[in-house]
């Protein structure tokens, strides 16, 4: 149905629009006809039938119509189902549908897809709602129609309202045994002119005289119809081949061009070799030419060479001699830079202990805070004992006020020691530097040696480089024994500072263990005080209420029955139901554990978790 091909001209809009009212009334004869079939059987519809089959037809014409085409040999070739597609990502309903789809396994073509979709929308009632999406969001289709296509024009919003009176009829389709990628498209026009156009005339009775003529009319027609869509085909395929030959040809012209492009190239190239090869004999005789005096000039040098070589090897025994003299002494400072090593390990072993030692500390004052949530068991015996406990506070805040000064001048003392420690480090590794220096002068002097005896041109610049190394090789020398000199001091220092470390870490410790045996009688002494002043605190507020006050529950106010009856919180003395006072905790007036209410269970567990701290 698709012949808006080839057609220009103001008479191209007449046949577009001859054409979309076309494909709308056979739209309207195929839903007329389906409607009368399917009111006229008992139950809905469990097979494909002719009226549905057309009717499925003409609307994939519809879909097609306008559609564009690939354009060149490795495009993708554009389907409806493409422009189901992209209407359908927005929708939610669509999901299921196309997944469905997907997963049919004897689909293999867009078409096929596009054709079970369609069948899909019929049996749920909604193929009017996705002609209306179509055409509700033509932005997103309009690149793949032509502007003539019916789902462009204003007709498209007709075939929605038409596809309405389908929902009348339920259908339930079997697709998995059809073959829906190689289904004929062909609309049959014979069924819509068996009695003429009876969308607007009313269809007279029928006759019994003209039976037979009618039958042999229709088969004329039927033989026409389908003489014409065969012929309608082949003018499509003609018009289809006629582009690709077109097609063909302007690819043939464009290859024809490269060719001769390809073949000028060539020509150019040739050229280019040509003159290449002869400049490449030109430079082969001139080098042949600078070879024979180079010669000449090597065999000169080899005799100057040869003269100035035992004088050279004399500079070089007394250069080795100083080598080796020099390198016994880098072997002593060596030596002397590992004993300063394992000093350093040493001390560092020492720091390591020391911090145990703080970790081991550290755990037995955790120990002895557990410890102090036994205290809670001490009688009321101790009130009198606050007064005097407070004077000692006093006396014992002094003392540790005057400990407290104390270890802050030995970790200052502390902090200079590591600091000069530090200061050591950095010398010695300023030593290796200045070793790795004088190694590496020393590698330069050896590859001097080395290219003296290559290079004979440079041999007047070689003499005066060593005379110059073996001035700042003396030099270094002289330097390196006060460097020496200076790490013997530093080692002395160094012991001096180990020593007085010692001191001041054993002074440290005792300081320490002071601290912890004051700090532990200060927290026992404070456990005791706070738990006897919350004691008599609470014994001054609470007041033991009787029971012919109370008629309600003091936290959730249920008034008490039979059924809830009245229990005594041994700690505040309010009285509660026995939801509310379902807790025993040990209290200081009794050695068992007693009746709670809620609100007094959490401050207790609060004041023992604070005291446990």
């Given at each position: 149905m698709d012949m808006q091909k080839n057609v220009d001209g103001s008479d191209a809009d007449k046949y577009y629009i001859i054409e979309q009212k076309n494909l709308v009334q056979l739209l309207k004869l195929s839903i007329k006809n389906f409607i009368d079939f399917a009111l006229s059987l008992t139950s809905g519809l469990e097979e494909e039938e002719g009226?549905?089959?057309?009717?499925?037809?003409?609307?994939?014409?519809?879909?097609?119509?306008?559609?564009?085409?690939?354009?060149?040999?490795?495009?993708?070739?554009?389907?409806?189902?493409?422009?189901?597609?992209?209407?359908?990502?927005?929708?939610?309903?669509?999901?299921?549908?196309?997944?469905?789809?997907?997963?049919?396994?004897?689909?293999?073509?867009?078409?096929?897809?596009?054709?079970?979709?369609?069948?899909?929308?019929?049996?749920?009632?909604?193929?009017?709602?996705?002609?209306a999406e179509i055409s509700n969001n033509l932005d997103k289709v309009r690149a793949l129609y032509h502007p003539h296509a019916l789902l462009l024009a204003e007709e498209a919003h007709i075939i929605s309202g038409l596809l309405v009176g389908l929902n009348?009829?339920?259908?339930?389709?079997?697709?998995?045994?059809?073959?829906?990628?190689?289904?004929?498209?062909?609309?049959?026009?014979?069924?819509?002119?068996?009695?003429?156009?009876?969308?607007?005339?009313?269809?007279?009775?029928p006759s019994p005289l003209l039976d037979t003529h009618k039958q042999d009319y229709q088969n004329i027609l039927e033989q026409k119809s389908y003489v014409e869509e065969i012929n309608e085909k082949l003018r499509m395929d003609f018009l289809v081949v006629d582009k690709k030959s077109k097609m063909f040809q302007q690819d043939n012209d464009m290859l024809m061009k490269e060719v001769q492009n390809m073949k000028s190239r060539i020509e150019e190239l040739t050229s280019e070799r040509d003159c290449m090869r002869q400049k490449m004999d030109t430079s082969e005789n001139t080098y042949q030419r600078r070879m024979e005096v180079e010669k000449a000039d090597i065999a000169v040098e080899r005799e100057t060479y040869e003269a100035s070589r035992q004088g050279l090897n004399e500079l070089y025994l007394l250069a080795k001699e100083e080598l080796v003299k020099t390198n016994n002494k880098v072997t002593d400072l060596e030596r002397d830079i590992e004993i300063e090593r394992r000093i350093k390990s040493d001390l560092e072993k020492a720091n390591g202990l020391l911090d145990k030692e703080l970790l081991d500390k550290e755990d037995t004052i955790e120990a002895l805070r557990k410890q102090?949530?036994?205290?809670?068991?001490?009688?009321?015996?101790?009130?009198?004992?606050?007064?005097?406990?407070?004077?000692?506070?006093?006396?014992r805040n002094v003392s540790l006020k005057d400990m407290e000064s104390r270890t802050h001048q030995s970790s200052s003392e502390m902090t200079d020691l590591v600091n000069r420690?530090?200061?050591?480090?950095?010398?010695?590794?300023?030593?290796?530097?200045?070793?790795?220096?004088?190694?590496?002068?020393?590698?330069?002097?050896?590859?001097?040696?080395?290219?003296?005896?290559?290079?004979?041109?440079?041999?007047?610049?070689?003499?005066?480089?060593?005379q110059k190394q073996?001035?700042?090789?003396?030099?270094?020398?002289?330097?390196?024994?006060?460097?020496?000199?200076?790490?013997?001091?530093?080692?002395?220092?160094?012991?001096?500072?180990?020593?007085?470390?010692?001191?001041?870490?054993?002074?440290?410790?005792?300081?320490?263990?002071?601290?912890?045996?004051?700090?532990?009688?200060?927290?026992k002494s404070k456990v005791k005080a706070e738990e006897l002043k919350h004691d008599v605190e609470m014994t001054k507020e609470n007041k033991w209420?009787?029971?012919?006050?109370?008629?309600?529950?003091?936290?959730?106010?249920?008034?008490?029955?039979?059924?809830?009856?009245?229990?005594?919180?041994?700690?505040?003395?309010?009285?509660?139901?026995?939801?509310?006072?379902?807790?025993?905790?040990?209290?200081?007036?009794?050695?068992?554990?007693?009746?709670?209410?809620?609100?007094?269970?959490?401050?207790?567990?609060?004041?023992?978790?604070v005291l446990a701290t």
């Open positions: 009226n549905l089959y057309q009717l499925f037809v003409v609307l994939e014409q519809i879909l097609k119509h306008g559609l564009k085409e690939k354009n060149g040999l490795f495009i993708a070739r554009t389907d409806f189902f493409n422009v189901i597609q992209i209407v359908s990502k927005d929708l939610e309903w669509t999901k299921d549908l196309l997944e469905s789809i997907t997963n049919m396994s004897f689909l293999r073509t867009f078409t096929g897809r596009g054709r079970a979709f369609l069948r899909l929308t019929m049996m749920q009632k909604k193929t009017h709602i996705m002609f009348v009829i339920d259908c339930n389709l079997c697709l998995r045994d059809r073959d829906l990628d190689s289904l004929p498209q062909v609309v049959q026009l014979c069924r819509y002119l068996k009695d003429g156009n009876y969308l607007d005339t009313p269809t007279p009775p102090c949530s036994d205290v809670k068991k001490l009688n009321l015996s101790m009130l009198n004992k606050v007064q005097e406990s407070d004077k000692k506070l006093a006396e420690t530090k200061q050591l480090d950095i010398e010695n590794e300023d030593l290796k530097k200045e070793l790795d220096d004088y190694k590496k002068k020393c590698y330069e002097m050896e590859t001097t040696l080395d290219t003296a005896v290559t290079g004979c041109s440079v041999e007047k610049e070689w003499r005066e480089n060593l073996n001035v700042t090789n003396r030099e270094d020398i002289a330097r390196l024994r006060t460097e020496v000199t200076h790490v013997t001091e530093l080692k002395s220092a160094l012991k001096q500072l180990q020593r007085e470390n010692d001191d001041l870490r054993r002074s440290c410790s005792e300081q320490e263990q002071a601290l912890v045996e004051l700090g532990d009688h200060l927290s209420v009787s029971d012919k006050e109370q008629v309600s529950c003091q936290q959730c106010k249920k008034n008490f029955s039979v059924s809830r009856r009245r229990h005594h919180c041994r700690n505040c003395g309010g009285i509660f139901c026995h939801q509310c006072s379902d807790n025993t905790m040990p209290l200081p007036s009794s050695s068992r554990p007693l009746r709670v209410c809620d609100s007094c269970a959490d401050l207790l567990l609060q004041r023992s978790v």
